[in-house]
């Protein structure tokens, strides 16, 4: 199986910050690449999906870089409704994986 | 609007089979690859497997001796058994569509808790 490897596990920012999340692949991935924004007893919501690509609705404060097997999140201008975790999940390889999680926190 | 909503007994007895369906509306099974995640409480998320349009499957090594994934066309809807329970399948469960290029989970279920407990 391919391993994602998040940091940082947690991060205190606050309402206006810029905050990037990375995750690290075992594995080349190429792009294949998602990350999703939890909020608590909710289900987890597609923000980027090929690395860098948007989902739409997702606000575009949110943005994805990298290839191959280092990738991060950033999010600009941190707003009140992104406290929340973060997932990284790859699609290159079966069985599909996901990275630990990142909790953004005040 | 595409909503998915999971269905089941919320405590099954270990060893026993864990049965549960997933509804959908505003969208048809027929057209779009389906998958099955699983998240334990304070936990990561786990991918079970994937159910395509033909009806063939993957399911992730972990789970493959145990678990089968099913359509049902005239109903609209995915189920998901898994055999032989233990604690450790404890876990909140969620069905989700795949984007068409199979690249990620862009609609998800509100999900289900099921415990295992005797």
């Known amino acids: 199986d391919i391993q994602m490897t998040q940091s940082p596990s947690s991060v205190s920012a606050s309402v206006g910050d810029r905050v990037t999340i990375t995750c690290r692949a075992s594995q080349g991935l190429s792009t294949w690449l998602a990350w999703y924004q939890q909020k608590p007893g909710k289900a987890p919501n597609l923000l980027i999906y090929?690395?860098?690509n948007l989902q739409s609705g997702a606000p575009s404060r949110f943005s994805g870089s990298g290839s191959g097997t280092d990738f991060s999140l950033t999010i600009t201008n941190l707003q009140p409704e992104d406290f929340a975790t973060y997932y990284c999940?790859?699609?290159?390889?079966?069985?599909?994986?996901f990275g630990g999680g990142t909790k953004v926190e005040i | 609007q595409v909503q998915l909503q999971e269905s089941g007994p919320g405590l099954v007895k270990p060893s026993e089979t864990l049965s549960l369906t997933c509804a959908v509306s505003?969208?048809?099974?027929?057209?779009?690859?389906w998958s099955w995640i699983r998240q334990p409480a304070g936990k990561g998320l786990e991918w079970i497997g994937r159910v395509y349009t033909s009806g063939s499957t993957n399911y992730n090594p972990s789970l493959k001796t145990r678990v089968t994934l099913s359509t049902d066309p005239s109903k609209n809807q995915l189920s998901l058994k898994l055999t032989s329970v233990t604690a450790a399948d404890t876990a909140v469960y969620y069905c989700?569509?795949?984007?068409?290029?199979?690249?990620?989970?862009?609609?998800w279920g509100q999900g289900t808790m099921v415990s295992v407990s005797s």
């Open positions: 505003g969208a048809s099974i027929r057209s779009y690859t």
């Open positions: 989700a569509r795949d984007r068409e290029a199979r690249d990620a989970f862009e609609i």
């Open positions: 999940q790859q699609a290159n390889n079966f069985p599909f994986t």
């Open positions: 090929g690395a860098s």
